[in-house]
């Protein structure tokens, strides 16, 4: 069975204060029988004055019973302010046996800090190593009530109320504790175990404790938990500054008071790396923190550049790709903090309390981005091989982040030069429509989107009015939506219908997604709205490929969207594409968009049409300016797809700038119709074209009359050009050939071709027209 010491307090009157309960197992007296009696009354026989002031010899005590019992004395002094006795700790024990001496010996000298509390916690016995961590000898802690012995508020609540666990139910505890020790300058993470020490009867008389220094178990599995960490909290983004500041927030204040990441200076830009840079490296601090208000650490401002000295921790770690250590006194320390200090603004040099630092190289793909700085100042230990380790860890973890994000921002680049290489730079002109555009890339991290719009002028003074997006971002996107693009110009230089138009695209599109070079088409997906307004006829024919439609408003209307059938996206097949018809006034504005506009994953596409319609409706100094107020009405703050804008507002070509003569099938007419042509040109003061005009119109009817069939019709434009159309019934195209030297005919498209700007045919519902441009005189 165990024994326990027994214990009283007496103070310098000689008068028992403190009675444990080993003290009354012994003598068979309970503390209020003692407590206040001078302590001579308990004795068998008398004894010196400086019995107790003595730290170790016998005595002798009187049990309850009158029975004389022999103890063993250890008494120790406890000291006022001004460091005289005010009463003394007296621990007595029967005399031991030589096992027992030796486990007492084993208590005191064991590696591990041990104590033993009496069950109101005050100190009964403190080993060596818990001296040396408390920094106190044993004598000025005994009898001391523990909460008075420590400092730390949190470690005193929590060791207290394990404390009182033990002793009120008799059942040890076993818990873990991270407190500092100021007498070893450092912190300490515990395994605590305390456990009752009792009497014969199995009563708890004391509190044992020991407690095992596991600091290197601790910071491991620390290091471990911020990796893990580092896991998910470095690189959400992908922004290259952004992942730098999320190391440095992981790094303080858990393993640093100020941490910098410093980037070679290409990282931050869309080049690759040098090949083999030689000589000095200039980094650029894009983050940077520290624990102390102000940022006192940063040597730099953020953004601004250096270059580290070859034999400096920072150069080394570059030029190593390892982990640097080093330590206040080093002289590759001393010369870094002295360099350090020199280029660092009025307060913010290092004065005191820099102790330890570690430089890590950041690489990634076998590419070295910069270089990380961690530094210790308030932290008391300093960086060692295990945090070398770590350090290397989380660098390669940051630094494959940071690259992720250097390389999206270089596709990014390279995707937004690319589409904006694609779009229209300028619309071309034409006097169908004015025209008002915008384009949005998306304001997430996605990057370029493939939408698209486009402005082709068509023959007969008409245009195209186009906008498609291909669902995607990035390159990919970026180069499908120029193939697509491409692809609508050159369908609308043949001059197709739009539902025709968009059933070619759709071919192509299916096409290219059966070849390996078309995969992403089919992948990605695309819509496309393709409309033609003819402003002599005043008529917009219109035909979607899953594309929303188009509002239309009126002048002195309300906006209203095109009731049209959308076809189905691009590539999908098997279903025919409608064209839609209306007539618009002169002045009316048609918002052509797509999707990212309305739709969003956010927000109801009622709601956001609902305020596309108000947007259009309100009153505007320009088309330049109603399209900047549909952007501010309509759009989300932080969009998460490509918007295109295209706004026009339609003009008419009046009948005083358009002529239209009815052609009887007779060769001998021609003559009369070439004449009525010079007579119009002549009013509108065009006599110059009059030669070429008369051979066109001549050649273009004769041709009609020859080899097309009824009806025949003969039109003069004058637009930006001076435009001449016959159009017959007959749906077959002329085509330019070269007349051998004996032929009799064959030259007349030629001649046209020569002479005109540009000549064309374009199929219509009743037949085809042949069309040749000519600039004006005074163009």
């Known amino acids: 069975m165990e024994r326990v010491a027994a214990a009283a307090i007496i103070d310098a009157q000689g008068r028992v204060t403190g009675w444990s309960e080993g003290a009354r197992l012994l003598t068979g007296r309970a503390p209020q029988e003692v407590v206040g009696r001078p302590a001579t009354d308990l004795l068998a026989e008398d004894v010196p004055e400086d019995t107790f002031a003595a730290q170790a010899g016998t005595l002798a005590l009187r049990h309850r019973d009158g029975h004389r019992v022999e103890l063993a ?12 006795p005010t009463g003394y700790v007296v621990t007595v024990d029967p005399p031991s046996s030589p096992g027992t001496a030796l486990a007492a010996q084993a208590f005191q000298q064991a590696s591990m800090s041990m104590s033993v509390f009496d069950l109101g916690q005050r100190y009964l016995r403190i080993n060596d190593a818990a001296c040396q961590v408390m920094g106190v000898p044993e004598e000025a802690l005994l009898g001391r009530f523990f909460p008075d012995t420590v400092a730390d508020v949190e470690h005193n609540r929590g060791f207290q109320r394990h404390l009182r666990q033990v002793a009120e139910t008799g059942r040890p505890v076993r818990y873990e504790s991270f407190a500092g020790a100021p007498a070893l300058n450092r912190e300490f993470a515990w395994s605590i175990e305390m456990w009752p020490l009792r009497d014969d009867s199995g009563e708890p ?44 927030d992981l790094l303080v204040p858990q393993y640093a008071d100020f941490a910098s990441v410093d980037l070679l200076d290409w990282v931050l830009g869309a080049d690759e790396p040098p090949m083999n840079p030689d000589g000095d490296v200039l980094l650029r601090r894009v983050a940077h923190g520290s624990t102390r208000e102000g940022n006192p650490g940063a040597a730099l401002n953020l953004g601004e550049t250096q270059t580290y000295e070859p034999a400096s921790p920072p150069a080394r770690a570059l030029h190593e790709s390892r982990a640097v250590l080093a330590q206040a006194g080093e002289p590759e320390f001393m010369q870094w903090l002295e360099e350090r200090n020199a280029r660092s603004p009025e307060g913010r040099r290092y004065r005191q309390g820099v102790h330890s630092m570690i430089a890590v190289p950041l690489r990634a793909r076998g590419t070295t981005l910069g270089v990380a700085v961690c530094v210790r100042m308030a932290h008391p230990d300093a960086y060692g091989p295990d945090d070398a380790v770590f350090a290397e860890e989380l660098g390669s973890r940051a630094a494959v982040c940071v690259d992720n994000a250097r390389r999206f921002a270089r596709e990014r680049s390279t995707a937004h030069a690319l589409q904006h290489s694609l779009l229209p ?33 068509l023959s007969g003074s008409r ?53 390996e070079s078309g995969e992403e088409v089919a992948e990605l997906g695309a819509t496309c709205l393709y409309a033609v307004y003819d402003p002599v006829s005043r008529r917009l024919s219109l035909a979607a490929a899953g594309h929303p439609p188009p509002a239309v408003v009126l002048p002195g209307g309300t906006p209203e969207f095109v009731p049209m059938t959308a076809g189905p996206p691009l590539g999908v097949g098997g279903l025919p594409f409608e064209a839609t018809e209306l007539d618009l006034p002169e002045g009316s504005v048609v918002a052509l968009y797509t999707d990212g506009l309305v739709e969003d994953r956010d927000r109801d596409v009622d709601r956001a049409t609902d305020e596309l319609r108000r947007a259009l409706g309100a009153p505007a100094g320009s088309l330049e300016a109603l399209s900047d107020n549909v952007l501010k009405a309509v759009m ?42 010079t007579e119009r040109l002549t009013a509108w003061g065009l006599e110059e074209a009059a030669f070429v005009t008369e051979l066109v119109v001549s050649e273009l009817v004769t041709n009609a009359i020859r080899y097309g069939e009824p009806p025949i019709q ?37 001649l046209v071709a020569q002479l005109t700007q540009r000549w064309g045919s374009r199929q219509t519902g009743s037949g085809k027209t042949i069309w040749a441009e000519q600039p004006l005189p005074d163009a």
Do not use: K
């Open 425 to 457: 730079r300028g619309l071309p002109g034409q006097a169908a429509v004015d025209v008002a555009h915008r384009y949005l890339p998306c304001g997430s991290l996605a990057g370029i989107g493939g939408d698209w719009f486009d402005v082709i002028p």
């Open 463 to 515: 245009v195209a009015l186009v906008v498609g997006d291909v669902v995607g971002h990035g390159i990919q996107s970026s180069a499908t939506m120029g193939r697509l693009r491409t692809a609508v110009r050159t369908l609308a230089d043949v001059d197709l219908p739009p539902d025709e138009l968009l059933t070619h695209l759709d071919d192509l599109v299916t096409h290219l997604a059966s070849d």
């Open 205 to 248: 008389t004391a509190v044992a404790l020991a407690a095992f220094d596991s600091s290197d178990q601790y910071w491991a599995r620390r290091r471990l938990a911020l990796l893990n960490e580092a896991t998910t909290s470095i690189g959400t983004t992908l922004d290259v500054v952004r992942t730098a500041e999320e190391m440095i």
């Open 636 to 677: 989300p703050e932080q969009p998460t797809d490509d918007v295109a804008l295209l706004m026009v507002r339609t003009r008419a070509l009046g009948a005083e700038r358009v002529a239209t003569w009815d052609v009887p099938p007779d060769p001998a007419e021609v003559a009369h119709f070439r004449q009525a042509a």
């Open 714 to 750: 003969l039109r003069l434009i004058r637009d930006r050009a001076l435009i001449c159309e016959v159009s017959d019934g007959s749906s077959t195209s002329p085509h330019l050939r070269r007349a051998h030297v004996y032929d009799e005919g064959g030259r007349g498209l030629l």
């Open 73 to 84: 004395l250890t008494a120790c002094p406890v000291l006022g302010p001004d460091g005289t």
